[in-house]
């Protein structure tokens, strides 16, 4: 059965669909009239003097429901099309909440993935803290701590975002390494195990290389410097020390400069690290390094086909100190099959004692790619409750330990409707992953699914292009890649 969405101009009812999602995230959803329909809602909007109006009407079997938003014109968040689109979502969210008697989460109407835009936009045209906090929760329904959230985020972000004079100079560089020892049930990622996919090991590195010199060689052209290069994938330290070697070595000649401030290198699987490995990323400028337990429990690894074990991943930190890295991030993810907050507080009482400089708390999100989503009913996931309670959780330790919050985004189909929060202590702070979520910055993404943002400095217009996911498909297509980066780049100029 489907939801029916109508409006006069359908460009209202496209704007509402993502709230709809939020109560029928497996329904289809329909712009015409239909017979066999489970809700129909009907949206509109109008203006009288400086005031919009949307009003969003619920017809069920069971029920008939109105709601209406209305807002003053604030020229300065907006033009007047968008803002009643915003209030049309209102409307509907209000509707729909009445009608199922579900609140979908503290987010309320908010179901992109970077919300902290919104606050740099008001912080751009001199909003106050407070006044942007009232903003956020009268015009999105959203609750009083996550706007809290995110203007404490946004003020902490605001020094390393570069002015229109800095981001017509400076880009950041993503590597994407599209191998992984093995595919973790959660993944959604385009991540090639190496037992299987291992003959496309150097074909693809070969490919890549010529990439990364094509593009560091139009950057030198256009006078434009790389300010911070994440290397990440799959996990490039599955590649062996030698073939690690060579695209380092690549990258460095290629790219950096004395301009680029950070090179992150992804060692999301311990098992994947050796003392070479380590040191030949120390030769080569690495100052970041990711690794990533994700638990500390050994049965959850297991279960979600990791083949670490808690002691690997302190024994490879300890490792990584004793050869002089500073700065190392660990992620972890909360909702994990059969985890608690049991199991969410032990993993992070084995974490305080590794002490990272870094450390960013993902919310589970079951994607289509995923194995978890394909045999969801083999995995028990924790309810929504549980999640909540384990990120409020996470947020008070990692203060605790010394960190704050610097960067958050969302995704969907998350076990809860929350949120992915990177933190930091002071000065550690990722500035790639600040650049690549406030979209502020020219990204260039090279390698294995890759994608790249073309940001027009002042205005952040932007302009993607992406990489293909399969590695055959990427070292075929090499040439014409290549190509339509360098043409992108020459147009910003």
């Known amino acids: 059965m489907s939801v029916v969405l109508l409006s006069p101009e359908k460009g209202l009812a496209v704007a509402g669909q993502d709230v709809v999602r939020l109560f029928y995230p497996d329904d289809k959803i329909v712009f015409q009239p239909a017979v066999d329909y489970k809700v129909g809602l009907t949206v509109s909007g109008f203006r009288k003097g400086n005031t919009l109006t949307a009003t969003a009407m619920l017809q069920a079997r069971d029920a008939s429901l109105t709601e209406k938003a209305s807002a003053d014109i604030v020229p300065e968040t907006g033009d007047e099309h968008n803002q009643l689109k915003r209030l049309v979502r209102l409307a509907l969210f209000r509707v729909l ?45 959203m609750a009083v701590d996550k706007a809290g959230l995110l203007t404490e985020i946004a003020g902490r972000q605001r020094p390393f ?45 070969a490919a890549l290389r010529r990439e990364i010199a094509a593009i560091g060689a139009v950057l030198g052209e256009l006078g434009k410097k790389v300010q911070t290069i994440y290397i990440g994938g ?17 990258v460095d000649s290629s790219l950096v400069s004395a301009e680029t401030v950070e090179i992150t290198l992804e060692a999301g699987r311990p098992d994947t690290l050796s003392e070479d490995k380590l040191g030949t990323a120390l030769d080569y400028g690495v100052t970041r390094l990711s690794i990533n337990p994700q638990t500390m429990k050994p049965h959850t690894l297991d279960l979600i086909g990791r083949r670490h074990k808690p002691e690997e991943t302190v024994r490879a930190v300890e490792l990584a100190r004793r050869m002089g890295y500073g700065n190392i991030n660990m992620d972890i993810i909360i909702g994990l099959p059969g985890e608690g907050l049991e199991d969410v507080d032990h993993t992070f009482r084995e974490i305080s004692k590794i002490r990272p400089e870094n450390l960013t708390v993902h919310t589970l999100a079951v994607k289509r790619a995923s194995l978890l989503r394909e045999s969801r009913e083999n995995f028990h996931l924790p309810p929504r409750q549980e999640v909540e309670k384990m990120l409020e959780f996470t947020a008070e330790t990692a203060r605790d330990m010394g960190m704050q919050p610097y960067y958050l985004y969302r995704q969907k189909r998350m076990v809860g409707p929350l949120e992915n929060i990177g933190y930091a202590r ?9 650049q690549i979520i406030e979209e502020r910055q020219t990204v260039i993404g090279l390698g294995g699914s890759a994608g790249s943002k073309f940001i027009e400095p002042g205005t952040w217009f932007l302009t993607s292009l992406y990489n293909p996911k ?14 339509r980066k360098i043409k992108a780049l020459e147009k910003l100029n």
């Open 161 to 205: 975002l570069l002015t229109e004079e800095q981001a017509a100079k400076l880009v950041s560089i993503y590597v994407g390494i599209p191998f992984c020892p093995t595919r973790c049930a959660y993944c959604s990622f385009p991540a090639y195990s190496v037992e299987r996919a291992g003959k496309l090991v150097e074909p693809f590195l």
């Open 97 to 141: 909440c009445r009608y199922t008697g579900v609140s979908p989460g503290p987010w309320g109407i908010l179901t992109g993935i970077r919300p902290t835009k919104i606050v740099h936009r008001l912080l751009d045209i001199s909003w106050e803290r407070p006044a942007i906090i009232d903003y956020l929760v009268k015009n999105y329904d």
């Open 426 to 434: 002071e000065g550690f702070e990722c500035i790639y992953n600040i």
């Open 234 to 250: 799959g996990t490039p330290t599955v590649l062996d020390s030698s073939r690690l070697s060579s695209l380092l070595k690549c």
């Open 470 to 483: 399969d590695p055959e498909t990427y070292i075929r297509r090499i040439d014409e890649l290549i190509e």
